[in-house]
């Protein structure tokens, strides 16, 4: 299949002040736009040209490292900007259930995700994920995701947070702790809780 930027389901100004237009702009635009059109080239006349996006992550290994890094780019994205809205709402009961099981409470999961966000040392991504049917929060280096084998943070991703400097460094510099607080304001719960539904 031929990848494609998907739109944002909002506009590049909505997520502000939290995350900031320009900021949006170039991340979605151009960043991830960059993602896709190296994953074309990657996989161009390979058997990966036959793959869904998932299944390519789930069978990684077999490819080389820029399928990882602009596949993984891909579907990182992805998952993040649909996990992110202005009107977030709230967990559904059966999420905030699985919630209050795994962390304790909400903020028990907020500590916890911005914990492995704030430790990540260099890029990567801050992940909440289902793994035999409970919640787990890890996290990964470079554009690697919870799908991909072998990498000691494994599940279904429902909610994922970008730590590499080019999410947060236009508003919040070098301040990564600050842009992980703030990114709990604009958390799109309906579907996060969709996605928790479907990965159980
Ligand atoms: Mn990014």
Not at 68 to 96: E, I, K, Q, T
Not at 146 to 167: N, Y
Request: negative net charge; glycine residues 8%; proline residues 4%.
């Amino acid at each position: 299949m031929t990848h494609t930027l998907p739109s944002l389901p909002y506009d590049v100004a909505a997520l502000e002040p939290h995350i900031d237009t320009t900021t949006m702009q170039i991340h979605h635009g151009k960043h991830h736009q960059a993602y896709v059109d190296n994953l074309n080239k990657a996989i161009a006349g390979t058997d990966a040209e036959n793959l869904s996006l998932e299944d390519l992550m789930k069978n990684i290994t077999k490819y080389d490292a820029a399928v990882r890094n602009n596949g993984g780019g891909h579907y990182n994205h992805s998952l993040f900007w649909s996990v992110l809205s202005p009107n977030g709402g709230a967990p559904s009961d059966s999420l905030m259930a699985a919630i209050n099981e795994a962390f304790g409470s909400l903020d028990g999961l907020k500590e916890k995700l911005n914990d492995a966000g704030a430790k990540r040392f260099g890029s990567g991504w801050a992940w909440l994920c289902v793994q035999n049917g409970k919640l787990v929060v890890c996290s990964t280096a470079n554009q690697d995701n919870p799908l991909m084998p072998d990498l000691g943070c494994v599940g279904t991703p429902i909610f994922g947070v970008d730590v590499w400097e080019h999410a947060y460094y236009l508003n919040y510099q070098n301040r990564r702790a600050d842009y992980l607080k703030a990114i709990w304001n604009v958390v799109n719960w309906a579907e996060v809780s969709k996605r928790f539904e479907a990965a159980l």
